[in-house]
């Protein structure tokens, strides 16, 4: 990477014997910024620690001289010098005048973005989220001049501060060919950004700091009209963005759904659902942790999607070491439960509140890896993707009735060999609920046409969806119960249903009250058994209580 910041034409704004300790230190050139604040002593910040310039505190004087010889503050109290990248901001008393100054280091560094810049090369809008300094708005810099030097794209940056391209009229040389239009006020930001669209014909809008609803909006406008968008936001995650009522327009919006009951059993949810508005504003959304390690979400409304519906995706992790090797690696959504004192380890076995034996339900590995260059992925794979290695074949099952949600968890947290198919035509095993197998003929009929057997839970809790399928897979200490069998298991006693709801109680603390500080309701259950789940849930100092009319009555576990 080639790093130019013109830094002597910020030390050249500060008092003298401020500017003479700066040139003499040994961390010079990793300086991030300088702080001057009245009547305290002048401090200097690097990228991992801080110490003070001086003995004497700052005089308002020497903020004066300062603030003569940079240009003037705009309406969001920024200032630059001119044909330069450093900001200079301004802390005001209750009078207006200027007490407090920032004076930041603004650098053009070239490379900074070849961990994505493959990414950036395929057209699609891209969003940069990060906490303050981690070097976004330097990253939206090279953007524009690859996009436009490399790539030969119409690029125009829309400049509300002056970061991106520097103060002054003349752009700064590390934007290469792209134009900067800039902002009169800073709430002017989105006028000028549709205008752009209007006036210049560009193929490429570079936005910074996308911080209100008319910035959101006029965003969506331009990338319906099929301009490419490059910007950042407010926010840390993709999370923060779903939160977030102001810009969750730009991950797609967020609205409340009321679903039909068979789409809710089938979803295994709440008949009311949140879901994704409309499609985002942008494709590909990247978090950048840390300067060398990005999150990148290639598709932003699967990401979205998924977090709704209470999963973890999947995205990339991309990392690049200093001689500028980029690795991208997989991240995989951990769902194990927490661990008991005096329990085996989650990852030995999946114990169960149970006096019978059945045995131990073993992981599939998840260490099968491969390195790769840049030019070829390298990433964790899956237990599906193993099997597929190794010659094997997932088994391919189709749900009836039944929660994908639980049923993913429970795939997921135990790695097992499952592929969730949407037709029968696809499947090898049907799992359905109960219940709706009774009430629907047709589908038995249509399963023994197909030759495919069909696997009975009695309800959508983890503790029944487990064993179906310990049973379907021929795990050990359990034998396969298929469809001819269905009646003989509807006849089971109290006993398994006493055993299921205390297994459905433990799972519940130990994997969301827990660990989340959420509550949790548990499934309607007579009475003689919610007094054994409130037992149980004593057991864990964790306060429960009883609510509903019977034959709906459930328990509610509360977080300590």
Same mark, same amino acid.
């Given at each position: 990477m080639q790093?130019t910041?013109?830094l002597?034409?910020?030390?050249?704004?500060?008092?003298?014997e401020?500017?003479?300790?700066?040139?003499?230190?040994?961390e010079?050139?990793?300086?991030?910024?300088?702080?001057?604040d009245l009547?305290?002593?002048?401090e200097a910040?690097?990228?991992?620690?801080a110490?003070?310039?001086?003995?004497?505190?700052?005089?308002r004087?020497?903020?004066q001289?300062?603030?003569?010889?940079?240009?003037?503050f705009?309406?969001?109290?920024?200032?630059?010098?001119?044909q330069?990248?450093?900001?200079?901001?301004?802390?005001?008393n209750?009078?207006?005048?200027?007490?407090?100054l920032?004076c930041?280091?603004?650098r053009?560094?070239?490379?900074?973005?070849?961990?994505?810049?493959?990414?950036?090369?395929?057209?699609q809008s891209?969003l940069?989220?990060?906490?303050p300094?981690?070097?976004?708005?330097t990253a939206?810099?090279?953007?524009?001049r690859v996009?436009?030097?490399?790539?030969n794209?119409r690029?125009v940056?829309?400049d509300?501060?002056?970061?991106?391209?520097?103060?002054?009229?003349i752009?700064?040389?590390?934007?290469?060919?792209?134009?900067r239009?800039?902002?009169?006020r800073?709430?002017?930001?989105?006028?000028?950004m549709i205008?752009?669209v209007?006036?210049?014909?560009?193929?490429v809008i570079?936005?910074d700091?996308?911080?209100?609803?008319l910035?959101a909006?006029?965003?969506?406008t331009?990338a319906e009209?099929?301009?490419?968008l490059v910007g950042?936001?407010?926010?840390?995650?993709?999370e923060?963005?779903i939160?977030?009522?102001t810009?969750?327009d730009?991950?797609g919006?967020?609205?409340s759904?009321?679903?039909?009951?068979?789409?809710?059993r089938?979803?295994?949810s709440?008949?009311?659902v949140?879901?994704r508005?409309a499609?985002p504003?942008?494709?590909?959304?990247?978090e950048?942790?840390?300067r060398?390690?990005?999150?990148?979400?290639?598709?932003?409304a699967?990401?979205?999607d998924?977090?709704?519906?209470?999963?973890?995706?999947?995205?990339q992790?991309?990392?690049?070491?200093?001689?500028?090797?980029?690795?991208?690696t997989?991240?995989?959504p951990?769902?194990?439960?927490v661990?008991?004192?005096?329990?085996?380890?989650?990852?030995?076995?999946?114990?169960k509140?149970?006096?019978?034996?059945?045995?131990q339900?073993?992981?599939?590995?998840?260490?099968?890896?491969r390195s790769?260059?840049?030019?070829?992925?390298?990433?964790?794979?899956s237990?599906?993707?193993a099997?597929?290695l190794?010659?094997?074949q997932?088994?391919?099952?189709y749900l009836y009735?039944?929660?994908r949600q639980q049923?993913?968890q429970?795939?997921?947290m135990?790695?097992l060999?499952?592929v969730l198919?949407e037709g029968l !035509?696809?499947? &090898? /095993?049907? +799992? @359905?609920?109960r219940?709706?197998l009774r009430?629907?003929?047709n589908?038995?009929? =249509?399963a023994?046409?197909?030759?495919?057997?069909i696997?009975?839970?009695?309800?959508n809790t983890?503790?029944?969806?487990?064993?179906?399928l310990?049973?379907?897979?021929?795990?050990?200490?359990?034998?396969a119960?298929?469809?001819?069998?269905?009646?003989?298991?509807a006849?089971?006693?109290?006993?398994?249903?006493?055993?299921? !709801?205390?297994? &459905? /109680?433990? +799972? @519940?603390?130990?994997?969301i009250?827990?660990?989340?500080?959420?509550?949790?309701? =548990?499934?309607?259950r007579?009475?003689?058994?919610r007094?054994?789940?409130?037992?149980?849930?004593?057991?864990?100092q964790l306060q429960?209580?009883?609510f509903?009319?019977?034959?709906?009555?459930?328990?509610?576990?509360y977080p300590?």
């Open positions: 790093t910041d013109d002597q034409k910020l030390l050249n704004i500060l008092p003298s401020i500017q003479q300790v700066l040139e003499q230190h040994s010079c050139d990793r300086l991030v910024e300088v702080v001057l009547g305290r002593r002048p910040r690097f990228p991992h620690q110490e003070y310039l001086s003995e004497q505190v700052v005089t004087a020497q903020i001289d300062c603030i003569d010889r940079v240009g003037d705009g309406g969001d109290n920024r200032a630059g010098i001119e330069t990248l450093h900001r200079i901001s301004a802390i005001r209750r009078s207006g005048e200027i007490v407090g920032t930041r280091v603004g053009a560094i070239f490379g900074t973005i070849a961990m994505i810049r493959d990414l950036v090369e395929t057209g891209i940069m989220l990060g906490r300094g981690v070097g976004k708005t939206l810099r090279e953007i524009a996009l436009a030097d490399d790539l794209k690029v940056i829309i509300s501060s002056n970061e991106i391209a520097g103060d002054g009229d752009p700064h040389p590390a934007i290469g060919r792209a134009r239009m800039q902002v009169a800073p709430e002017l930001q989105h006028q000028v205008e752009a209007e006036n210049h014909m560009p193929e570079v936005i700091e996308i911080g209100t609803e910035e909006l006029a965003a969506r331009i009209r099929g301009v490419q950042t936001a407010h926010g840390n995650q993709i923060n963005l939160k977030n009522p810009l969750s730009l991950v919006g967020i609205q759904v009321t679903l039909g009951d068979e789409e809710a089938r979803r295994g709440q008949k009311s949140l879901e508005k499609p504003t942008f494709d590909i959304a990247v950048m942790l840390e060398q390690r990005w999150v990148v979400h290639e598709t932003v699967d990401t979205v998924a977090l709704l519906r209470g999963r973890q995706p999947s995205p992790v991309r990392t690049i070491n200093d001689e500028g090797q980029v690795t991208i997989r991240e995989v951990s769902l194990s439960p661990r008991r004192p005096n329990a085996p380890a989650a990852n030995d076995s999946f114990s509140t149970s006096s019978q034996s059945t045995g339900l073993l992981p599939f590995p998840q260490n099968l890896s790769r260059s840049l030019a070829e992925v390298d990433r964790e794979l237990p599906t993707e099997l597929e190794s010659g094997h997932p088994l391919r099952l009735g039944t929660g049923l993913e429970v795939i997921s135990l790695n060999p499952v198919v !035509a696809e499947a &090898e /095993a049907i +799992l @359905a609920l219940s709706h009430k629907h003929a589908l038995r009929h =249509l023994q046409a197909h030759d495919i057997p696997y009975a839970i009695k309800s983890t503790p029944q969806i487990t064993r179906t310990r049973q379907v897979l021929g795990m050990p200490g359990l034998e119960i298929a469809e001819p069998d269905f009646d003989l298991a006849d089971r006693n109290d006993e398994g249903d006493e055993m299921d !709801a205390l297994e &459905e /109680a433990r +799972l @519940a603390v130990e994997q009250v827990l660990p989340k500080g959420q509550p949790v309701e =548990l499934l309607p007579a009475a003689h058994i007094k054994m789940q409130h037992e149980l849930v004593e057991h864990y429960s209580s009883s509903g009319s019977e034959p709906h009555r459930r328990l509610r576990i300590a």
